[in-house]
């Protein structure tokens, strides 16, 4: 039995055609998932917005979502599709992000995650984040802690 080649995994820029794909992925991963108007008016907006994604051969596996102010990127949301992790997709998106930012002169990446999301708190941590505080019962559906976290660039 011979094995297949796993196509290479490419992060490029968010575009319409993405949409549905990144509507999908959030609904299976956020209790409280955009909706298809969020992503679009992430693609629409070029000015403070970069949306990205994550695609295998032709398949939308994960996106990042994250907004430029000033001199700091704030990651908005991040999702990587459920039969695709593990894989270092959050990690290459997440690195896609760090170079932009030191593009864009950017002295550092700030972002909030729920308390009980050990895997995506790993992950940042495992990125260089610092938990920096607590939003106490922050999400509105169960009423759970957001951690604070930074990432300063070099």
């Keep these: 039995m011979q094995n297949k080649?796993?196509?290479e995994l490419t992060i490029r820029p968010m575009t319409e055609q993405d949409v549905a794909a990144a509507v999908e992925i959030e609904q299976?991963?956020?209790p409280q998932?955009?909706?298809?108007?969020h992503f679009h008016n992430e693609v629409a907006e070029i000015t403070f917005s970069s949306p990205l994604v994550a695609v295998?051969?032709?398949?939308?596996?994960g996106f990042l979502i994250s907004w430029y102010m000033a001199?700091?990127?704030?990651i908005t949301n991040v999702a990587v599709h459920p039969e695709f992790r593990r894989q270092g997709i959050g990690k290459k998106l997440l690195e896609a992000v760090f170079e932009q930012a030191m593009r864009k002169n950017c002295s550092g990446v700030h972002l909030e995650v729920r308390a009980g999301n050990s895997g995506a708190i790993a992950l940042y941590e495992g990125a260089g984040f610092v938990r920096t505080g607590t939003r106490q019962k922050y999400y509105a559906d169960n009423n759970e802690d957001a951690v604070l976290m930074s990432k300063v660039l070099a």
């Design 33 to 37: 998932p955009w909706t298809a108007e």
């Design 5 to 7: 080649a796993v196509p």
């Design 71 to 74: 001199d700091v990127v704030e």
């Design 28 to 30: 299976m991963c956020q």
């Design 56 to 61: 295998r051969g032709d398949k939308t596996v």
